[in-house]
């Protein structure tokens, strides 16, 4: 019983990991396996966040003061 219930422990571990990592994948934008090459500096890294964080605020009702 306790080697069964480590195995699944095992398992269930892999499997988070692996859709972690799966995860990773979707969201830096890599399609087919092919990894985005992101060129990015601190300037557009942080217009970019300005931005989002614009985007954001701009969707608040009632509008921020």
Do not use: S
């Amino acid at each position: 019983m306790r080697d069964m219930t480590q195995t699944l422990r095992l398992a269930c571990a892999i499997a988070v990991a692996g859709a972690l990592l799966a995860g990773c994948g979707l969201v830096c934008g890599a399609e087919n396996g092919k990894r985005a090459v992101v060129d990015m500096d601190m300037q557009g890294a942080a217009e970019r966040a300005d931005g989002m964080f614009y985007a954001t605020v701009g969707e608040i009702k009632p509008e921020v003061e």
